[in-house]
């Protein structure tokens, strides 16, 4: 599979997302996804499902001939487990559910403006140099957290995991994460079910025969930026790997960027930072 390259990292260029996926439909889908040539696996501790899928990793690799080095893995420290101490024990707990000794990339999964990033970005680079992570990075953070996180992070950080679609425009913190040299990870890249149907994306889809599914994937892609689409059907699993076989033109590249709205935000939790505007 096509890989970014991000401080260092290199990123499979489309991951599977996996919030929500549990038990055997979860191991089910993270050995399917593999099979059909995922190379990428998105999870995090607040999904409460690395146990399954680790073990769909792990099914995996002995059903396809793998190494562990060929898959890459994320994990996330959830905001209310980021003071020190809290944020050592959620990567021990995460491990230990993965059944891995480290992942491909960890990440802040939001910041909490009651830790300084000063800790949270320390803890993060520890779990890096002791070997835990392969690489670190952060989700959701804006344009002001990512200057002071670069600033503080005494390793590279490769990724800012965001959400990012047709109908939000995120040219800011976009233009932010690549300016620290990092890659913008997509998340919800399917609106959350929200892109089939809407008219424009199936039109142009209609013109590459495609869905409209796999024409917001090829949107992001065509931009360098990593989708997680998440989805346990067999069908969609394979469809959403197949955006590498054509491509959007100008003309609709930024035809779809018109479709971004000021309320497109899909995951918007009390949580939030400001968002950049
Ligand atoms: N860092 C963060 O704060 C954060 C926040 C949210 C999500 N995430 C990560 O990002 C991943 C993706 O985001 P998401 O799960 O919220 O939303 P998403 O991937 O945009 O949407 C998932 C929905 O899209 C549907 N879908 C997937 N492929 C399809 C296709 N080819 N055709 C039609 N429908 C399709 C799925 O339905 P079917 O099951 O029927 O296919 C599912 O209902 C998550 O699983 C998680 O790993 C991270």
């Known amino acids: 599979m096509t890989v970014i390259e991000a401080n260092g990292a290199r990123i499979p260029a489309i991951g599977l997302g996996t919030m929500t996926l549990k038990e055997q439909v979860c191991i089910d889908a993270v050995k399917t996804a593999l ?8 999870t995090a501790e607040r999904y409460g499902n690395e146990e399954w899928v680790g073990e769909g990793l792990h099914q995996g690799l002995a059903e396809t001939g793998l190494k562990r080095e060929d898959v890459f893995v994320t994990t996330k420290v959830y905001w209310d487990k980021l003071a020190p101490g809290d944020f050592e024990q959620s990567v021990e707990d995460s ?10 990339l960890l990440l802040i999964h939001w910041n909490n403006p009651k830790v300084p990033l000063s ?4 803890s993060l680079c520890s779990a890096k140099k002791n070997g835990q992570a392969k690489h670190v990075g952060v989700a959701n953070f804006t344009t002001a957290m990512l200057d002071e996180a670069a600033k503080l992070a005494t390793e590279p950080l490769v990724t800012n995991q965001i959400e990012v679609h047709p109908f939000l425009d995120q040219t800011k913190v976009v233009a932010a994460c690549k300016k620290h040299g ?3 990870t997509a998340y919800c890249p399917i609106a ?5 149907g809407n008219e424009t994306l199936e039109r142009i889809a209609k013109a590459h025969d495609k869905s409209a599914s796999q024409v917001a994937l ?12 998440r989805t346990a059907t067999p069908a969609h699993l394979a469809a959403n790997l197949a955006v590498f076989d054509f491509a959007l033109t100008e003309a609709e590249m930024a035809e779809i960027a018109k479709l971004a709205k000021p309320d497109g935000r899909v995951v918007n939790p009390a949580h939030s930072p400001k968002w950049d505007a």
């Open 35 to 42: 099979k059909l040539g995922y190379r990428h696996l998105d």
């Open 182 to 184: 990092m890659s913008i």
């Open 119 to 122: 800790d949270s970005i320390k």
């Open 95 to 104: 491990l230990k559910k993965l059944k891995l000794p480290w992942v491909d």
């Open 192 to 196: 959350r079910g929200k892109v089939p």
């Open 218 to 229: 090829r949107y992001l892609v065509q931009q360098g930026i990593v989708p997680i689409p």
